[in-house]
């Protein structure tokens, strides 16, 4: 009975019985992250009202915060709701194995955006560095230092708990990686509270590019490629918590059963892979420049 039982799992009707329907939610999402830029651009000023006089000279600013806002908001609304439909779509599938490859495919596919993503940062660095007389920290500042080391062996360590972490749901031992994860968020959360705390130190001598007291443009072209790129790091830091966070509340509620871990492993390679970066961005910013 049972040697029938899997033999009509791996030899259904239809072979693509994995393959879920269509869904709405990614184009609302990848709408509302469209969005996004535009706000920003036009918060900062650099959409001036008196290139667009039809709307008058206040309306436009105001326009360009309720983008940020809206289209912010519906990122993240929309995301939820696409996670909560491949969630629940996951458990009619009748094919696990291939189901769970082609989930790991969609993550590298993902994780391969965000290198190229990243890589424009880098690209735009290196460039700045070799053509750019200058490009760096002012002269006598000091840059780096013991925050940016305790941060760095901490997003390192929260990479370790989470592998282990991992190994431990696959080992069936659910305890121990509750905690584990627990602790990777922790770990994460720290390493936000030292960016920050940098950010803030530096914020208050001025280093800034637009309004501070940098006068060297190469400096303030060093400036922004740093806010830049640790800011988008951050970001990207934030996006893991929340993943984790998910991770660990669904192992609350006992979700992952038998072979379906996908959105464990998505976590663990989203988060392994923001560690990697990080290490390449404190090469770039801390050492070379």
């Known amino acids: 009975m049972s040697e029938q039982l899997t033999t009509d799992v791996e030899h259904h009707e239809d072979p693509m019985s994995h393959v879920p329907p ?15 830029p535009f706000g920003v651009v036009s918060v900062l000023g650099a959409f001036n009202a008196t290139h667009w006089a039809i709307v008058g000279p206040f309306v436009f600013p105001a326009v360009g915060k309720a983008a940020l806002i809206l289209g ?22 009748h094919d696990v194995v291939a189901q769970q490859k082609d989930l790991q495919l969609f993550i590298l596919l993902f994780l391969c955006g965000e290198l190229m993503a990243f890589g424009a940062v880098f690209g735009y660095f ?38 282990f972490a991992h190994h431990a749901l696959q080992s069936y031992k659910v305890g121990l990686a509750k905690a584990l994860f627990s602790a ?33 443009s190469a400096v303030a072209s060093f400036a922004s490629c740093f806010y830049v790129g640790t800011g988008f790091h951050g970001l990207h830091v934030a996006i893991g918590l929340v993943m984790l966070f998910m991770v660990l509340m669904r192992l609350e509620f006992g979700h992952f ?27 770039t910013v801390y050492v070379v420049r």
């Open 22 to 36: 269509g869904s709405i939610w990614p184009l609302l999402a990848t709408a509302s992250l469209t969005i996004v």
């Open 72 to 93: 912010g908001l519906g990122f993240v609304f929309f995301l939820m709701c696409w996670c909560n439909q491949i969630i629940r779509e996951k458990t009619i599938s």
């Open 126 to 163: 290196y460039h700045q560095r070799l053509y750019v007389e200058g490009f760096g920290p002012a002269e006598g500042m000091e840059f780096g230092g013991p925050t940016v080391a305790y941060a760095t062996f901490i997003l390192l360590f929260s990479s370790v708990t989470c592998e």
């Open 184 to 216: 990777t968020i922790l770990l994460g959360i720290a390493f936000l509270g030292f960016q920050g705390y940098e950010w803030g130190i530096l914020i208050q001598h001025g280093f800034i590019p637009v309004g501070g007291s940098l006068t060297d």
């Open 257 to 283: 059963r038998g072979r379906r871990h996908f959105a464990v492993l998505a976590a663990s390679w989203y988060w392994h892979f923001v560690d990697i970066v990080w290490v390449l961005l404190f090469i």
